[in-house]
């Protein structure tokens, strides 16, 4: 339980640290709900993750973090979420629609691996 709890809140102050340093334009208070909701479900997708391969009963879909197991898909997904804010906070002028869609993605992600069963346990 305290591992999983010092990983979630690793990976929070990860995803969150400085995003809004330096931005142009700033960030927005839409922008900050949706960046928080956007790292809540992704937190939550990373946990999913890691609880499904410690369970026989699940398969990862996805072959690129199957083929990493649980800790390297552990680390690609955290890089890749950083990844894709810093890129949405740089180059989109639309910074907003971005992180909405991102939200909804991970959303259905994280609905789906609820749906078949995944569930987490602190």
Avoid at 8 to 26: E, Q, V
Avoid at 89 to 105: H, P, S, V
């Amino acid at each position: 339980m305290i591992k999983k709890l010092i990983i979630t809140l690793t990976m929070l102050l990860c995803l969150t640290t400085n995003i809004f340093a330096g931005s142009t334009p700033a960030w927005s208070t839409k922008d900050k709900a949706l960046l928080g909701a956007g790292t809540v479900l992704n937190v939550v997708d990373i946990l999913q993750t890691r609880e499904a391969f410690n369970n026989p009963k699940f398969d990862e879909g996805n072959p690129i973090l199957k083929s990493l197991g649980r800790d390297g898909a552990t680390v690609a997904m955290l890089a890749a979420n950083v990844a894709l804010y810093l890129v949405a906070d740089k180059y989109f002028e639309d910074r907003t629609t971005i992180l909405a869609i991102f939200g909804a993605m991970k959303l259905v992600v994280v609905g789906r691996n609820i749906s078949v069963g995944i569930k987490l346990k602190f």
